[in-house]
């Protein structure tokens, strides 16, 4: 059999799975925030007509995948299996939204890594031969995510500016073995990297290390440099975070700037939206995925992409317990040209 | 390329993965149990030297993942990939286990059915070429769980019949591409079934239709009857659950006494042990696994098993906004015979 695994932590598929459709659902603030033309469905108010928030997460996520079902023209029952996980405890949203779906399921774990981690899988899973479609999914609610981690919302807390916005949205991707769209060509899988960061108010920092590691990996597996992606582009590391990759880059001798980019930091308009150091969550990747960025490939402002989702694998009871916060960082590659790469 | 998918919900290997060692620790309760002498490490006490339960659970899954590595030969740097999760919010067991391991990361949550989904998952990636050495690994912890799920220990709560004990331990397998050992032939990956059970204190009958809808896929997909087995088990069902599947069968004409046995019943002695209606948590069906099961397999008293994890996917924040208890089951076909199936 062919040796898909480059060595170390990358893989690269025989078959590059096909992006055929993709599809998302914000909140209002997203939807006031500089990428808003891009959403397929911005929600009227944050409970998308539910009476709790978490049911709210969980109705996002249906209308994500519906729309990225619809714009691969396919049907529900065409799905060989959904991929999909998110913030809330036991990952409720997702266990709930599949509930419905009649698909065989993996409920997946990576903290805001999800949208990589669901993509990486799914892609594995279609390239190994065991299916046609596949769902990748994720989500994340401002309201649900701050009362499960935070303070409920009435508190009114104040955070630091290190402190991050989780972002109200959800993302739905289907790949396809066969079709037309941008293609996943590789994938890296992280490995868990903790720095001894235990401010959870300072996700970005706690993140860094691990986003720098992943990339590093997936340079050594795969030969390229920065220069050969039109866009790398980090999860949630929020405009600190960004920084501190950009930093350990450079004292490596290796310069970033010229092609990195951050979703926390391209979601929300940092002068006017609040959000201090930027957006975070699982849905924040995954809506500047499904919104902004495979839209854009598919509109030729972009032919190859780096896509790596960061997670924080921490919890309110690790960090109570004194414990630092563990960072991991799954990347995917994608690209609109043909052939895939060498 | 080969059609690996059966068709329905089952995948059958080309190259069935080799389950070259496996491992686990377990706790007090679960050392004095009918399978006692089947068990890797019994804890002194359930602290296993940490001063948390939930460091506790971190340990057990170390323990569990070095008797694995050891039993298979292998070091932690020989292995592609680690897929695992647990039932602590934010998987945080995991976590705080892979960490130190250096191993890129899949991280699941699929409730009590995790080892069956990182099994599922790991004969997948590694059938699919994506590797050559694969650990999947989960974990549970009695005084983690109760705290979390249910109330302090020190409440000392009363329950009713119908609930379950969860089991402290840790399974972990070590999967590889060639080697010596039991085989994983066919893996059928469940859906999300709720028949709106909402006793957060009936976890049998929350997940037993998952099972029955499981194991009808199976053996439609696959063609085998019931009887191709020598053991059917599921992983945490208890005397409720297991009765409830049995009953669904019977009034479809399948007699499913012969070979088919719960974890959650072959753990505790329900006589003396006081489980109510037995084990329960990703634990349960782990360390059944990886202490009797395997071990039976190694010994010849099986050739052919087919390993059901079933977990419920609710939560408590959803059980107090009236939800229903979804349930789900993935089936995991080992056999010791050469050549695997047709």
Same mark, same amino acid.
Do not use: C, V
């Given at each position: 059999m062919e040796q898909k695994k480059l060595g170390g932590q990358t893989v690269r598929f025989a078959s590059p799975p096909v992006i055929l459709g993709f599809g998302c659902a914000v909140g209002q603030k997203e939807g006031q925030g500089?990428?808003?033309?891009?959403?397929?469905h911005i929600g009227q108010d944050d409970t998308f007509g539910e009476n709790s928030w978490e049911k709210a997460e969980t109705a996002m996520q249906k209308k994500a995948l519906a729309i990225a079902l619809e714009k691969a023209g396919l049907?529900?029952?065409?799905?060989d299996y959904l991929l999909a996980g998110d913030l809330l405890n036991q990952c409720m949203a997702t266990a709930y939204s599949v509930r419905s779906q009649d698909v065989p399921f993996f409920g997946l774990y990576g903290a805001c890594s999800t949208m990589a981690e669901s993509l990486s899988l799914g892609a594995m899973l279609l390239d190994g031969g065991y299916g046609t479609h596949i769902a990748a999914m994720t989500s994340s609610h401002f309201c649900s995510a701050e009362r499960q981690y935070r303070n409920p919302l009435e508190y009114g807390g104040q955070k630091p500016p290190t402190a991050q916005w989780t972002a109200t949205g959800s993302g739905a991707v289907i790949l396809g073995r066969e079709g037309y769209g941008p293609r996943i060509t590789h994938v890296t899988t992280g490995k868990v990297i903790d720095?001894?960061? !235990?401010?959870?108010?300072n996700m970005g920092a706690a993140m860094a290390p691990a986003a720098y590691h992943t990339l590093q990996a997936h340079f050594q597996d795969t030969?390229? !440099?920065?220069?050969?992606?039109?866009l790398i582009v980090t999860g949630d590391l929020g405009s600190l975070g960004k920084e501190i990759v950009t930093d350990l880059f450079r004292r490596n001798g290796?310069?970033? !700037?010229?092609v990195y980019e951050d979703c926390g930091c391209l979601l929300f308009d940092p002068k006017t939206q609040d959000v201090h150091a930027g957006g975070s969550g699982c849905g924040c990747s995954a809506v500047v995925l499904t919104g902004y960025l495979l839209r854009g490939m598919t509109h030729n402002k972009w032919k190859n992409i780096l896509f790596c989702g960061t997670g924080a694998l921490h919890s309110p009871t690790a960090v109570m317990q004194k414990e630092s916060i563990p960072g991991i960082c799954h990347a995917v590659a994608i690209t609109t040209q043909k052939g895939g790469t060498p």
């Open positions: 500089p990428l808003a033309k891009h959403f397929d049907e529900t029952s065409q799905l720095k001894g960061i !235990t401010d959870a108010n030969g390229r !440099t920065p220069g050969y992606y039109d290796i310069d970033m !700037t010229k």
